[in-house]
């Protein structure tokens, strides 16, 4: 009985230490996209490269996560709910590491926008769209934290406002393309940095649908979710 109640207890710590690697994977993430997000407003060059060049950092925790949870299925052999927080770890990491990659994209962008003539603006509608990006991925990054059903279900329903934020900037850029051709590269740079800004929202949903999964055992991808039924 006290060798089985050890085992246990250090299960339960394996699990909790694997649990808050993915929240301090999601720390550096939202610190990523923050960087690039105010690099692309700013046209920040010097920022832009740190984000640019600081993606390794979220792609090594990654790894180190992952090693993680497959030391525990091949240890443990986690079953029903264990085995469910695992997997959605598992694709949780996936996403943010991708969310990472978005994030070094607009770095990548903004150095290229900086050495090119010439500024199309957009300020305010690039920063709206960031602003709402940075709230779901939080928003997101916390109903994980805190398992909170009802929250991530309204994230899943807030990433609908990013997309029709990102059609109305999509609009505008072809707009100022057909008016001025030779502010053709910039706008197409700024275009690829707002296309990056609604896949990061699109990723901030998917975490959701997966904490849907984690607690309800649902999977809602594909679906319409009421937090409200059981």
Known sequence: MITKQHISQQYNKELESVKS????????????????????????????????????????????????????IAKRQPAAGDLRLIIAIIKVITDLERIGDEAEKIGRHVQKLVSLEGDIGMHAELSSLGDKVMT????????FARMDVEQAARVVETDKQIDKEFNRISRVLVTHMMEDPRNIKNMLHVTWCARALERIGDHSQNICEYVIYLVKGQDVRHTVFNPTED
């Open 21 to 72: 690697k993915v929240l301090k994977m999601g720390g550096l993430v939202e610190a990523q996209v923050e960087g690039a997000i105010s690099a692309l407003i700013e046209r920040n060059d010097e920022l832009a490269k740190k984000v640019a060049e600081s993606d390794y950092k979220i792609n090594k925790i990654e790894v180190e996560i992952d090693e993680n949870c497959a030391q525990l």
């Open 136 to 143: 779901v991925l939080r928003n997101a990054l916390d109903a």
